[in-house]
Structures are given as C-alpha cells and as structure tokens.
C-alpha cells in the first residue's frame, strides 16, 4: 500500500488502486462499457472513436487500456492514432 493521488478526481489516498474509492465505482462502469464496446465493435480505429462512442474521457481510455484484460485491443488500435492523439 502506497500513498496515492487519484487519477479521477485528484484527492489523495491510500490503497493499492490507481484511483481513490469513491472512484472506484466510476471506474468499473466505464470499464465495463468499454468491454462492451469492444465487444461490439469488429473495428476500432483509434482512441477517439472509443471516446466518442462511449463518452469515457481520452485520458481514462488511455488509462483503462494499460490494463491487461484490454491489451489485445490496445494493440489493434494503430499507433500512428494513438501518436495523433497524444498531439492533439
Ligand atoms: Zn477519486
């Protein structure tokens, strides 16, 4: 256990999660809608399309997408889309 701040709402906690509890809800209902999007979709183009589709924020995609259970999708999102984003 480390202190933490959280990646949502900023506060500052102590738990092994990368957000704060009060988050933690959050967090899991945008991941769930994020499995069903992949589910759903046969092609994922870039961040932005997952942002747009689900209103998640690009920042919490980005987030959510280091997480293991999603990097087969990471992966078929091209780089080149993830670089653009990153750009702006
Ligand atoms: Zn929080």
Known sequence: ??????ER?????????SVCENC???DNKEINQLKNFFEASNEIDSIN???I???I????I???LQNPEFSKFANNI?????????LG
């Open 1 to 6: 256990m480390e202190f933490k701040k959280c």
């Open 9 to 17: 709402c900023g506060c500052f906690y102590l738990s092994d999660n």
């Open 24 to 26: 933690i809800p959050k």
């Open 49 to 51: 399309s997952i942002c």
């Open 53 to 55: 589709n689900t209103g």
């Open 57 to 60: 924020s690009e920042k919490n």
């Open 62 to 64: 980005n987030r959510y």
């Open 78 to 86: 091209s780089n080149n889309n993830i670089g653009n984003i990153t």
